[in-house]
C-alpha cells in the first residue's frame, strides 16, 4: 500500500483540476453564447457577430472535446485501480497457498505476511503483542519450513515470480 | 486469518459509485450553494443574483453534456426516468430491504430530474425577466444608474415595450418564484431522502458527493 495510493490520488488532484477548469470553461461559454444571441437580435450581418459566432461555435465544440478527454481520463484511471486490485488479490492469492504449502501455523502465516510487508522484528512484535524472542523463533520456523535462508531469500520467493526471466541473461552484460 | 492484509472492499459492478466524479460532484455542490444563496441571502435582481443565476445556468448546461458524454454511472442511461421503479423502490424502502443499483436510485433518479427541470425553468424565467442581460451588462446598467444616468432605467419601461411582453415578464416573474420555491421544498425532499436511503443501505453516501471514503 505504498505507491498505488500516490497514483490514485494523483489521477483524482488531475482530474480534478480537469473539471474546474471545464466548469470555468463552460461559464465563459455560457456568457459568450449569451453575447452573441444579444447581437443577433441587432445585426446578424455585421463582421462582429460573424466573427464571435465562429469563436464561440469554437469554444463549444473544445467543452465537447474536453468533457471527452475527462470521460477517457476517469475511465483509464478507474481500470488501472482495477487492474492494481486483480494484481493485489492474485498476489495474496499466491501467498496464501504457498503458507498452505509450507503447513504454516496461523500466527506463523501472520507473523510471514508481516515480514513480507517490511516490517522488523520489533514491529512485528508491538503488532501482535508478543515478545520479540518469540516472532524471531517463528521467523526461524517460518525460514526452515519454507527453505529459505533468510528473510531476504524468503522476500525473494515471491518476488521472483513477477520478474519473470529477464534477469539471468541481462545480468551478466550489465555487469560487464 | 491474515490480519495484516489490508481489507480489500472489492467494489461489486451492482454497488452505487463510492466517489463521483468530480464533474458530478462539483456540479452538485456548485448549484446546491448558488441556489441557497440566491433564495436566501442575495436580493432577487441585484448584480450577484444574476451573475449566479449564469452560473447555475452553466453549471446545468455542463451537467447536462456530461450526462451524454460522461462516464457510466454519470450517464442519464444509468438512471433513466421511471416513474414505476421509484414507487418500487420506495415500497421497499418502507419494508426495510432496498437493493443497491450502480448509480441513483429509481427515486433519486426522479428527484434528480426534477432538480433539473426546475433548475432549466428558474434559469429560463430569469433571463425573461431580465431581458437576456448577461451579469456584465446589469453590472454596466448599475453603474449608469448609480452615476446619475437613469437613461437605462427609461428604456426598459418606456412605451416601446409592448403590453404583451410586459405581461410575459409578469408571467416568468410568477413562474419564477414559484418554480423556486419548488426547487427548495425538493432540496429538502433530497437531504431527507439522502438519510433515510443511507440508513436503510447501512452505508454513507454523503461522503461519495465530498472526498469519497478516506483510505488508510
Redesign the interface.
Known sequence: MSASPDILSAGRRQTAALSVFLVVQTLGTVFFVGDVIGDLREDPTSMHFIFEAVVTAALVLGILFGTFALRRTIELLRAQDQALQVARGALSDVIDRQFQAWALTPAERDVGFLALKGLDVAEIAELRGAAQGTVRAQLTRIYSKAGVSGRAQFAAFFVEDLLGEGVPDSAPQAAQ | ??????P?A?PSPGDPPALW???VR??HW?IAVSVLVNAALDEGGSLLHVSLG??V???L??RM??GV???GEARFSAFPPNPLAALRHLRQLVSGRVRQYPSHNPAGAIMAYAFWACLAVVTVTGLVMTG?A????VADEKAAVASGDWSALIKESDGESSDEENSLRHTAEEVHEVVANLLLILAALHVAGVFVEARAMRRNLVAPMVLGQR?K
Open positions: 486469518m491474515a490480519a495484516p492484509r489490508t480489500s472489492k466524479d468530480p464533474v462539483l456540479t456548485g449564469w452560473l445556468m452553466a453549471l448546461l455542463l453534456v456530461w458524454l460522461g462516464p437576456g448577461t451579469p456584465m451588462q483510505r
